[in-house]
C-alpha cells in the first residue's frame, strides 16, 4: 500500500542551526502539506504545496520555514536558525487532490536544545 | 476560520465497552477525516468521511453534513484502541485541502 514517508524519524539540533526534515509523497498525489504538533497539543495546519508553489501557509510559516520539492519526488521543509519553540512532532501528508484523503507520514520529532 | 470541537475530551474504557466520540464543525465542509494518533505519534487514517455513513470493523462514522457534525463509534473496545483520536476538516470551496484539526479526544482502554 502507498505511503507518505518521513526522515528523519528524530532529530536532535542546536538552537541556532538549520534543519531539513524530508518527505517522500504518495507518487500519484499532487498536493503536498507540512503539519506540526507541539506535545499535547492539537496538529496545526504550516503549508500546503501545489504546482511547484505555496498555495496556502498559516501564520507560523514566517520566513524561518521554506518548503521545496527538489525532485519528482522529495518534499522538504527547511527551518533556518531553529528555536527552542519549533521543539515537535512535523507531518508531511500529501492528496491526490484538494478536498480528497490526506495521507500522513509517521512524523519526524524534533528537539531543539 | 472555522472552529473544530471534539467531545469529550477524555474518555475512559473497560475493554468490551462501546463509545461515541463527537466532532463539531462550524461552516460547511468539504473534507472531513478521522485519525487515530497511536503511543508513537503516527496519525492513523480512519475514515474520510465528508458525509454519509462508513464502516470498518468495530468502528464506524456518520457526517451529517447540513447539521455540521460527524460521530465516531467504536464498538468491543480493545486496549489497542487506547489513544488520541482527531477530527480534522477542510473548509467548503478550500482548494488548498488545508486541514484544521480539533482538540482531540484522549481515550484510554483498560483491560
Known amino acids: 500500500e502507498p505511503e507518505v514517508t518521513q526522515t528523519p524519524s528524530h532529530q536532535v539540533t542546536q538552537m541556532g542551526q538549520e534543519v531539513i526534515l524530508r518527505c517522500v509523497p504518495i507518487?500519484?498525489?499532487?498536493?503536498f502539506y507540512w503539519y506540526r504538533q507541539i506535545l499535547g497539543q492539537k496538529v496545526e495546519f504550516l503549508v500546503s504545496f501545489y504546482n511547484n508553489e505555496i498555495s496556502e501557509k498559516s501564520e507560523i510559516f514566517d520566513d524561518q520555514f521554506s518548503v521545496e520539492r527538489p525532485d519528482g519526488s522529495n518534499f522538504t521543509l527547511k527551518i533556518r536558525s531553529t528555536k527552542l519553540e519549533d521543539s515537535a512532532m512535523y507531518f508531511c501528508a500529501s492528496s491526490g487532490r484538494a478536498a480528497t484523503e490526506a495521507f500522513f507520514g509517521q512524523g519526524t520529532r524534533l528537539t531543539v536544545v | 476560520g472555522i472552529q473544530v470541537e471534539q467531545s469529550p475530551p477524555d474518555l475512559i474504557l473497560q475493554e468490551g465497552a462501546n463509545s461515541t466520540l463527537r466532532c463539531n464543525f462550524s461552516?460547511?465542509?468539504?473534507?472531513l477525516q478521522w485519525f487515530h494518533q497511536n503511543p508513537w505519534g503516527q496519525l492513523i487514517n480512519l475514515f474520510y468521511?465528508?458525509?454519509g455513513t462508513k464502516q470498518n470493523g468495530r468502528l464506524s462514522a456518520t457526517t451529517v453534513a447540513t447539521e455540521r457534525y460527524s460521530l465516531l463509534y467504536i464498538s468491543s473496545s480493545q486496549t489497542t484502541d487506547s489513544g488520541v483520536y482527531f477530527c480534522a476538516v477542510a473548509r467548503g470551496f478550500s482548494n488548498t485541502g488545508k486541514l484544521i484539526f480539533g482538540q482531540g479526544t484522549t481515550l484510554q482502554v483498560k483491560p
Open positions: 468521511i465528508p458525509s
Open positions: 461552516d460547511s465542509v468539504n473534507n
Open positions: 507518487s500519484n498525489h499532487l498536493y
